[in-house]
């Protein structure tokens, strides 16, 4: 029993490592702190900024970064376009919908302004619905806020591994 234990942990180990996968834990992370500054809307539809600053919140926590106003790094988020499509009809009435929604992030280290980037724009959504009205709102609403959760993972993986290979140039450039 104990040989199959440790085989199964040897193949595992090699499975994780074989295939591209590894764990970073927070002493990984390239930087501990930062603060999320601002969150601006740049569109029509109200309550965007708050849903983004909520959900990236708490994503930047799960990852392990610690959010406070005296951190080095900081993070302004604008969200430039947001838009809700009809996809069919059955009828009369719209049943599949599309949202679509871009969005710039912007790190800056001090005053200065570090990096700009733009989490895999633009992100879209669907969702299909025949119900009432209420329904319909409560479905786009639970569809924007998978869609701000997907913007903010990919926001956070750039923070992460796009500023690792910064540093990783800039390092290598002072050796040279």
Partial sequence: ??????????????????????IHTKADLPFQEIYLRSVENLTLEPGLQDKMRKIAY?????????????????????????????????????????????VRAILYEGKLKKKEFTPSSPFTTFFRTTRDLQSIIADRDIAIESLIRDISDDMVRKLIFDTEETKKEESSEEIQ
């Fill in 1 to 22: 029993m104990k040989k199959f234990f440790i085989k199964t942990l040897l193949c595992l180990y090699l499975f994780t490592t074989s295939c591209g996968y590894s």
């Fill in 58 to 102: 708490q994503t930047l926590s799960e990852n392990g970064f610690i959010i406070t106003s005296s951190a080095e790094k900081v993070l302004d988020i604008q969200i430039k376009n947001y838009r809700l499509s009809t996809l069919s009809e059955i009828g009369l009435y719209t049943v599949e919908y599309q949202v679509t929604m871009d």
